[in-house]
Structure formats: structure tokens, C-alpha cells
């Protein structure tokens, strides 16, 4: 989500990068990023975008494409239904929605629901 006077960078549908992604403000990825993320925002992995690599860090993570990564944010990790996740991940707070494919493991700071203990 962006935040009021906040900046965002947008990776285009038709750009791939290999390498390392760090930066400050919201990070909004169409194309690939075939590398480690790390940024001092939100960021969104939009549907047909794609990251690819050990790490991906950030305030809040939003996934609608494809992430092969451990994924770790100090507050909410987002993921719509056709988004593919495959690593670990770690969050004050997590939503899966139905129709998502997710192999991972769930290191969350949360309480169940009683019908889920």
C-alpha cells in the first residue's frame, strides 16, 4: 500500500533484473527480478511479475504473480489467489487468499483461530 507523499518505483512488465534490488520507498514489480529484494517499503509483486532469488524484505509484501523466495516483513505478507509462492515466510500478519499455490514455511507471529489449533 502506498503511503501518503511516498514514493514508488515500478519495475516494467518487459524488464528483468539480475541482481541485487535495495532502495527506499514503495517498489511496485510487472517484470522479473531474478535476485535478492530488499527495500525500506511495500512492496507488490503484480500478476505476471516475478522474483526470483534467496530474499525478498520489506514493510509489507503484496503478491498477485510468482515469488521463489523467503519472504520476510515487519508487518503483513499479502497473497491473492493465482499468486505462486515457493520459501519461507515471515510476518507480523499473513492472508492466502483461496486460489493461491503456496509451498512454505509459516514463521508468523499470530494466534490461530480456535478451529485451526
Known amino acids: 500500500m ?13 524488464s528483468t533484473v539480475r541482481g ?3 532502495g527506499e520507498g514503495d517498489l511496485r514489480i510487472l517484470g522479473t527480478v531474478e535476485g535478492d529484494v530488499s527495500v525500506r ?9 516475478a522474483v526470483r532469488g534467496d ?7 503484496t503478491i498477485e504473480g ?7 516483513a515487519e508487518g503483513a505478507v ?6 505462486t509462492v515457493r520459501g519461507k515466510l515471515r510476518a507480523k500478519a499473513l492472508r492466502i487468499d483461496e486460489g ?11 494466534e ?3 478451529e485451526l489449533r
Not at 517499503?41 to 511479475?49: F, P, Y
Not at 499479502?78 to 499468486?83: F, L, N, Q, R
Open 78 to 83: 499479502i497473497v491473492h489467489g493465482g499468486a
Open 112 to 114: 490461530l483461530p480456535e
Open 55 to 61: 530474499s525478498l524484505e520489506a514493510e509489507s509484501v
Open 41 to 49: 517499503g511495500d512492496v507488490t509483486i503484480a500478476e505476471g511479475g
Open 66 to 72: 510468482e515469488v521463489s523466495a523467503d519472504v520476510s
Open 20 to 22: 541485487r534490488v535495495t
Open 100 to 110: 493461491a499455490s503456496v509451498s512454505a514455511d509459516l514463521d508468523c507471529d499470530f
Open 2 to 14: 502506498a503511503k501518503r507523499g511516498a514514493s514508488e518505483s515500478v519495475l516494467g512488465a518487459s
